[in-house]
Nanobody, 126 residues
């Protein structure tokens, strides 16, 4: 399984940015996916996660710090998960990592993910 994150860059506070994560080599639609981030000198932290698509849709979860501003989504036809970042703040500056969960449900700790992308850097200027 390989995960390729992209879409990072420099964005002004209050703007918007969309991160993408393309997966290959696995049954993408059978696993939950997540986004984490890591700022310099800090531990990697949970940002958002999305379950597999069920008959009722998907379930999602967000860190309190991004709730209402970020949206996670997935496109199984493209084996891709997205993170739409609206109204980013300077404190959102970090390397963002996508990851595949070990199962189908939303999980929020790093140990519950087994495959990781290489990270894409997001810098939010004030």
């Amino acid at each position: 399984v390989q995960l390729q994150a992209s879409g990072g860059g420099l964005v002004q506070a209050g703007g918007s940015l969309r991160l993408s994560c393309a997966a290959s080599g696995g049954n993408f639609d059978s696993y939950a996916m997540g986004w984490f981030r890591q700022a310099p000198g800090k531990e990697r932290e949970f940002v958002a996660a999305i379950s597999v698509i069920m008959w009722s849709g998907t379930s999602t979860d967000y860190a309190d710090s991004v709730k209402g501003r970020f949206t996670i989504s997935r496109d199984n036809a493209k084996n891709t998960v997205y993170l739409q970042m609206n109204s980013p703040k300077p404190e959102d500056t970090a390397a963002y990592y996508c990851a595949r969960a070990r199962g189908s449900w939303v999980v929020v700790t790093t140990r519950q993910y087994d495959y990781w992308g290489q990270g894409t850097l997001v810098t939010v200027s004030s």
